[in-house]
């Protein structure tokens, strides 16, 4: 959702650097870890990784300027406390799930895929809530990212490896209300030139909420720039509670 930004990230992520194969476990996608499962209709609360650039002990809202409604708070080592709510909050981005890899990936204009092999079980709906908080303080190289500076940034996803050939991310929370697989592949031109992406996905999400991971990974044919993109599970990566 932020693969612009997320290639602006400065190389102090060194210790843990991606490579081509990274591994990873290929986890389920819904929160069902423990005793406490995120279905239709429950609200849960998940700790695990959060956005590099969040301010520790700051709360959590859907609105840019921090206002309304708190929905968790950040907490050190860049983790996060967030509460889900039974139903999807305020300003979800919502559609019909077979529009779910143009909200993974809006950089890509479905018109311009020469393959799109990418099918859905049923006709469910997605929502896909964005968390804002404060954003934390940089100085030199950091700061310089951002002009001006701005108060908040977006909770999640968060970064777990980046570096030069690509990243892995997790946190991209989908509430669906039907249990729904989605599965394929799809081959698209990008929205800045020369450049070409191929995105797979195989997940099953369940009515409820659910957690997904992507794995990019840059390469050239000599002509473009290249990118090949795996969406699966990321359910693991946070605990739950009630």
Known sequence: ????????????????????????????ATLDYGPHPAALGTAVTITGPADPYTKMGAEIYTEQNLTGESYGEMLPR?????RLPATPPPRSHTGPILALPEEIDPLVNPRHCTVNTVTVSNDATYSVPVFYTAAAKYTGQMTAQWSPPRTYTEVLPALLAGG?????????LVHVDHDVTVKGERECELEFQNSSETLKIDVDLKAGWNVLREQDVVGTDHTRDTW???VTGGAADYTVTP
């Open 228 to 230: 090949d993109v795996a």
């Open 78 to 82: 860049q983790q996060v406390r967030l």
């Open 164 to 172: 030069k050939v690509g990243f892995l991310r997790t946190g991209l």
């Open 1 to 28: 959702m932020r693969r612009l930004s997320l290639l602006l990230i400065p190389l102090v992520l060194s210790a843990c650097q991606l490579g081509r194969d990274y591994p990873y476990p290929e986890a389920p």
